[in-house]
């Protein structure tokens, strides 16, 4: 979703990385491995240096995951920080009284912390569901150390990468965070096209 | 560590000098976690803080307790302080596994806690495997107890009182008959650990389980409780809030997070495989 929708080459520059010591990465070079070959990057938006974007493709083992959240918000300004937390997870992990056949996935449910006052793009995540690994990490810190923050989760039925899971984020599009950061919704098609394409088989 | 939730406003952090914690060890059954949950709902206790710590698998979700549209959507993490100053009781709920090899390191860190915010005591609810149970044990009341020596001193003679069972020692070595004799709590995960460490560094400990398997341990938990209250005569009636476990119209068995219950109409997280074997 953010790739498509917020990402690009021009307005978003790469400035930092994580690396996990048991980090695989994909790359065409085995002699020279590239920071940007490691599945856990920060982007910086040129325009306004305060926004910052990571996209994180790599499982976080519970056992790094304080560690991580160590480093990257040891770096950062706490004061008037503000935090955005996109995950998916299967839909058979959600819990609910509702029949499945009432159930229309993909969807998304939400949780915040306590400093977060802003309007939130769809329902919060009923009880008994939880939410776990990094998103948990990050959205606890958040919590512990009085930092606004939202996490909005998306329950899919599908294991693949799909248009339907992506664009299921979409409501986040009119949210006040991403709103100055969304590009041109052609641009967006096109590239969730290619995105497919290359993903495909 | 510790974190208050309130830090701003003049408002001085929590003071728990002189307090009884009360705790869970993340156990068989999740019984001491199923009973916590009753102390806090029943008692209706006030969140207070955090206890952020690395040892826990990270988890968050929303109000567990909650009585209200209001209280509804406040999220809760994996370790969570709880406190009621009119029964000088503070309570520590754990909701998640332990990370493996952090047993040690959050036992240090919680007795480090309980020692410098002068807790009085430490009152730990624990579980074990009943299928470990040797012949003896297999009779008569399936609770047992165990108290550090320095609180031995203070209520030792209460426990008579109260005609409760202490834990017993198994030899080291069965089979064998003159062997020292060793405290066993298969499935207790931190228990035995943290008792260890209490008596050494003279904490006033007592350890409260119940031998039990996994399953539906709702009743395990209100049994737990009730022994608990004999003692600590939290409510005055044995009348833990039954309701807090039904599920009334759409509200949700919303305790803990991960008991697996295959009795409750609703089926709650289990994906967080609790590894309660020792470290």
Known sequence: ?201 | MFIPCDRGGGSAAPDFKGFTLLMPAVSVGNVGQLAIDLVISTLDMTKVGYFYTDCLVPMVGNNPYATAEENLMELSINAEVYSLPSKKLVVLQIRSPFIKNKYRPFCETLLSWVKSSKCARVVLLSSSHAYQRDDEQLLGTPLRYLLTPDLEKVVGGCMKELNWKEMERVAAYPGISDTDKVLHIPGGGITKLLFTKSCSEGIQMAVLLKFCSEGDNIPDAFVLVNYLNEWLQLIKKQQFHRSFFTVEDTKFLALTFWQWSPTCPLLISSELAIDIRKP
């Open chain 1, 1 to 201: 979703f953010l790739s498509s929708f917020i990402l690009d080459s021009v307005c978003w520059e790469v400035v930092g990385v994580v690396k996990l010591w048991n980090e695989w990465c994909r790359t065409s070079s085995t002699t020279n491995v590239l920071p940007t070959d490691s599945f856990c990057l920060f982007y910086r938006l040129i325009s306004d240096p305060t926004v910052l974007l990571c996209q994180c493709s790599c499982y976080v083992a519970e056992d790094q995951q304080f560690q991580w959240l160590e480093k990257v918000f040891g770096s950062m300004q706490k004061k008037g920080l503000q935090v955005t937390i996109l995950s998916t997870c299967p839909v058979a992990d959600y819990k609910t009284q509702e029949s499945t056949l009432t159930l229309v996935s993909p969807f998304l449910r939400a949780l915040k912390t306590k400093e977060f006052q802003e309007q939130v793009c769809c329902p919060l995540l009923e009880q008994p569901n939880i939410v776990r690994d990094l998103p948990a990490a990050v959205l606890s810190y958040c919590q512990v150390w009085q930092i606004p923050a939202v996490l909005y989760q998306c329950y899919t039925d599908v294991i693949k990468l799909d248009t339907v899971t992506i664009e299921a984020f979409k409501p986040l599009l009119s949210s006040k965070v991403l709103k100055s950061l969304a590009k041109d919704a052609s641009e967006s098609s096109k590239i969730l096209k290619k995105f497919l394409t290359t993903n495909d088989g």
